[in-house]
């Protein structure tokens, strides 16, 4: 029960991280004047196809959503029942490793051919991708403790 306990309050922890913390580190790369060639509209309502839904198209936020919540339910596996140390350089650790660089910098681009590996090495995309992913590790963390003990470990 404890197992599959880590995996609901994960997957929750990271819907949510992906609603707020990912998609606001991306505002501010997209709207402070500050960042040059970040493109991405952040809490997007444009309809995408989702690779986990093929032929069916959702919002974009929601396909974050739902990847967010998929992450989270393996940080949950991964943390623990009983997630000792810093949750916030964990978690950080954890989204720079799983979604960045596994997930957006070298799985997607190869199932769906939309952009290269790595972004070719531009750093307009690939600064905003690590700082959104280790935001989203670092809060989906500190959920998952406060889901898990009513406090952040």
Do not use: C
Request: aromatic letters at 14%.
């Amino acid at each position: 029960m404890n197992f599959l306990k880590g995996i609901v309050l994960g997957f929750i922890a990271g819907a949510i991280a992906a609603l707020t913390a990912h998609e606001f580190i991306s505002w501010l790369f997209s709207n402070t004047g500050l960042w040059v060639g970040w493109d991405r509209t952040p809490w997007s309502q444009e309809p995408v196809n989702n690779v986990l839904l093929p032929g069916i198209e959702v919002p974009q936020i929601i396909s974050t959503m739902l990847w967010g919540g998929l992450w989270g339910a393996l940080f949950g596996i991964i943390l623990g029942p009983r997630p000792q140390g810093s949750m916030t350089i964990q978690g950080a650790i954890l989204g720079i490793f799983g979604p960045a660089l596994i997930g957006v910098l070298v799985a997607i681009p190869l199932l769906t051919q939309a952009y290269p590996i790595f972004y070719d090495g531009d750093a307009g995309k690939v600064v905003p991708v690590l700082a959104m992913t280790a935001g989203f590790g670092a809060v989906t963390a500190w959920l998952y403790g406060m889901f898990r003990y009513g406090r952040l470990p």
